[in-house]
């Protein structure tokens, strides 16, 4: 299996069919965790891109990742969708990287499989105690296929509610829409995303922005470059591998 992965990992892509083909390989690197700290299939961070967390370096599954739009930088940390045991590293990651927005793209539960613990104060809750931070929801609203929270540490979380796991998202104007509202709302720090893993529907989300970016400044961008780029498995992988983890995310 060695032999094979550094065979293809040499392999120059050329057309779709091979990307497809590639990205299969990367399933084979999928390993299992049983720590609290990582999700049931752990997609392991690179130790360059790494969220670290705190003076002592602490690890959290989250990556930072950067990408270019003309002279124009946009910054993200993508992570997984907190545990029980990990919701209040992720509150301290959000504090420390001075981030103002989430977005999660993943509901709590899809399909009868918890995708992501509540890591958030709910009515008539609306209140979260952790070891260094007290959570206040402040306001919420609930549109079609989004919901609006803002979260005093002060914080805007958007949950985007129409995107199943391994699956498209049931109208692309909609993820557009949530795309332009989270840059209104946007204003410092990386932007927090995650799914349930930290790949696939938060890998999307980004590309789908970055793209827009492009579009929007009138440059040229080859769609396919970005896919290699972010369909990369995890052996291959600078910034979170396999970001892109499903043949119909493009």
């Known amino acids: 299996m060695t032999a094979q992965l550094a065979k293809h990992q040499k392999t120059r892509i050329k057309t779709d069919t091979e990307i497809f083909f590639h990205v299969m390989l990367e399933m084979v690197e999928l390993c299992f965790r049983s720590t609290a700290e990582i999700a049931t299939f752990c997609f392991c961070t690179d130790d360059k891109t790494r969220v670290p967390l705190g003076e002592k370096n602490g690890y959290i599954n989250a990556s ?95 949950q985007f509610t129409t995107w199943p796991d391994h699956n498209t998202p049931k109208l692309a104007e909609q993820l557009v829409k949530f795309i332009c509202y989270m840059r209104k709302v946007h204003s410092t720090g990386p932007i927090v995303a995650h799914c349930s ?14 793209l827009l970016s492009y579009i929007e400044k009138d440059l040229c961008v080859s769609i396919k470059q970005i896919i290699v780029k972010y369909y990369k498995p995890v052996w291959m992988s600078t910034t979170r591998g396999g970001i892109l983890d499903q043949s119909n995310s493009w």
């Not at 893993?197 to 970055?210: A, F, N, Q």
């Open 197 to 210: 893993t930290g790949i696939g529907r938060s890998g999307i989300l980004l590309c789908v922005e970055v």
């Open 64 to 158: 930072y990742i950067t990408m270019k739009v003309g002279e124009e930088e946009h910054f993200y940390i993508i992570t997984q969708g907190p545990l029980p045991s990990t919701m209040a590293d992720f509150w301290q990651m959000v504090w420390e990287s001075e981030s103002d927005l989430i977005a999660m793209m993943t509901k709590e539960v899809e399909l009868g499989q918890v995708q992501c613990h509540r890591y958030w104060p709910e009515p008539p809750h609306d209140a979260i105690d952790l070891a260094n931070f007290h959570l206040r929801l402040d306001n919420y609203q609930i549109v079609e296929y989004f919901v609006i929270r803002i979260i005093e540490i002060i914080n805007n979380h958007l």
